[in-house]
């Protein structure tokens, strides 16, 4: 990768139950935040939340959000393609998208390209339990990588609760992923939110951007911004409070990884991904691969009346 300037912005959805002039009034609101943090900082690769096109919890039946949004590419994804070809940037937007059948619904993660390409589609693959269909929510999990190549570097996708799980982002940073983007709507607490970003940076050498909702979502769901950008020394270099905005950062893959600690004279020396074990993960593939849960006591059942996002 080339060094350039990353944002993570972080914008309030539109007020009121989902309705198509809702979902049109939320990308407007997407489009003018992207075309005013560019302008003012000259981000070259600017993150967008998870959902930002909806809100995370929809407060619909699936089959009326399978209604309201689309395929991608389509009509979800074509103002911000249109977006990042007038500004010659790299675009990462979080959005669900139609699925194959009607209430087939993925919480998806777009990345469109200078050139107004629509570069890549992931769909979350870890979706958190109160929004998966399984768990009585609205989402189909995916099952694939994405990892795109842009002017600027090589860039991945996870969406939010994907990133408490370190083998997805460890594929990514195997096949060679510089930069990491995670869309999200967290609401667990800012502590895991930081944690879990700082940590997958960490343990790939990796940039994470990570977007996070902020305001009231069409359920009244409200979220608590901290938007961040980490190097791949685990270093929060730019943060967010819980107000609209955005935050920005210079990467610079020259000084990434140029000190043992931020501003150190004593170099870092070792790599986690070279430095890897591979024959004790060949070892133990099988209990890699096994179904597994804690030992622990779950804490039962939620109210019904306290909504979850992630």
């Known amino acids: ?28 609101r997407c489009v003018d935040f992207v075309r005013r943090c560019v302008a003012e900082t000259g981000a070259e690769l600017v993150v967008l939340p998870e959902s930002a096109t909806t809100g995370f919890t929809p407060d619909c039946s699936t089959e009326q959000l399978w209604d309201l ?13 249109d977006l ?49 269909v399984s768990g009585g929510g609205w989402v189909t999990p995916g099952d694939t990588v994405a990892l795109c190549d842009t002017a600027i570097g090589r860039i991945g996708m996870i969406i939010c609760f994907d990133g ?27 502590d895991i939110w930081e944690l879990t970003s700082r940590a997958r940076a960490y343990d790939n050498h990796v940039f994470v951007i990570g977007a996070n909702a902020t305001g009231i979502d069409p359920a009244g769901v409200i979220y608590f911004g901290n938007s961040h950008i980490v190097t791949p020394n685990a270093t929060i270099v730019a ?5 609209e905005g955005w935050v920005t950062a210079r990467l610079d893959p020259d000084t990434a990884l140029s000190s043992l600690t931020p501003g150190s004279n004593i170099a870092q020396g070792f790599d986690h991904l070279r430095d890897r074990n591979l024959d004790l993960i060949r070892r133990h593939r099988e209990e890699l691969e096994a179904p597994a849960k804690t030992s622990f ?14």
């Open 1 to 28: 990768m080339r060094a350039f300037t990353a944002a993570a912005i972080q914008v309030a959805p539109v007020r009121g139950s989902l309705t198509p002039q809702v979902v049109d009034a939320n990308i407007e």
């Open 69 to 81: 949004v689309s395929e991608l590419p389509g009509a979800m994804s074509q103002p911000f393609q």
């Open 84 to 132: 990042a070809e007038e500004l010659g940037i790299v675009l990462c937007v979080g959005t669900y998208e139609r699925g194959p059948e009607r209430g087939v619904v993925y919480n998806a993660s777009i990345l469109c390209d200078t050139d107004g390409a629509l570069l890549g589609v992931y769909r979350k693959t870890h979706p958190f339990c109160t929004e998966a």
């Open 164 to 190: 408490d799980y370190p083998e997805l982002s460890r594929i990514q940073a195997v096949q060679g992923a510089e930069v990491i983007c995670r869309p999200s709507a967290l609401l667990r607490s800012a």
């Open 239 to 243: 943060k967010a409070a819980s107000h």
């Open 297 to 310: 006591p779950h804490g039962g059942p939620r109210p019904d009346h306290v909504p979850e996002g992630d």
